[in-house]
Structures are given as C-alpha cells and as structure tokens.
C-alpha cells in the first residue's frame, strides 16, 4: 500500500489546515490510518488515528477539542483537519497505516511522506 500525504504549510497561530492521506494499492491490508509528527529535535509522536470501518477515532491529548480525523472510504483517504493551531504544533506529519488502533508507531507498517506545518506565534 502506498500513501500520500498532503495539505502542509505555513499559517498563523489560531488558524486552521487541513492534511489529506491518499493510500492506493493494497489497501485493504491497513485496517487503521493514523498521523505521527516530529517536530526538530524531539521523537515522532502520534496524533490521531481513525478506523476505516466503522470510524474508531482516537486522538493524544494535546489535541482533542481542536483537531478533528475523518474518512472517505469511497476515496481511500483520510483527512486531518487542525484547528486553532499552536506554535507547538510545528512539525513534520506523517500519515501511516497500520491494523490496530494504538497511538505507537511500531504497530503502523506503511509510512507515508511528511507535509511540513509550521505555525507562527
């Protein structure tokens, strides 16, 4: 299974971005898509993850109230969609695909490439 992500960029703190992850090929074999990020300096942390059946969600801390994940079977993507963004949300967001939903990222088998967020105070 392949996946790509999308929809990084800059913008000011309190604004919103929204982050696509595309998965083709095998995807039947990742039962669960999640998002890690790795902000310079510190280890990759998981985000959030959604079941593609039936739309278990679960999300760190840090982000619930704000960020919000979703699912269009139909299109084999997954979306992120961040609101009131913090500077310390600054980083590299990575979409992978795994078959449980844990927030570790051992258990995530596919990786997607990273889309920078940058969030200016």
């Known amino acids: 299974v392949q996946l790509q992500a999308s929809g990084g960029g800059l913008v000011q703190a309190g604004g919103s971005l929204r982050l696509s992850c595309t998965a083709s090929?095998?995807?039947?074999?990742?039962?669960?898509i999640g998002w890690f990020r790795q902000a310079p300096g510190k280890e990759r942390e998981f985000v959030a993850a959604?079941?593609?059946?039936?739309?278990?969600?679960y999300y760190t801390d840090s982000v619930k109230g704000r960020f919000i994940i979703s699912s269009d079977n139909a299109k084999n993507t997954v979306v992120l969609q961040m609101n009131s963004l913090k500077p310390e949300d600054t980083a590299v967001y990575y979409c992978a695909g795994g078959t449980r939903l844990l927030p570790i990222s051992s258990h995530y088998n596919y990786w997607g490439q990273g889309t920078q967020v940058t969030v200016s105070s």
């Open positions: 959604i079941s593609w059946r039936g739309g278990s969600t």
């Open positions: 090929g095998r995807t039947f074999v990742t039962y669960i």
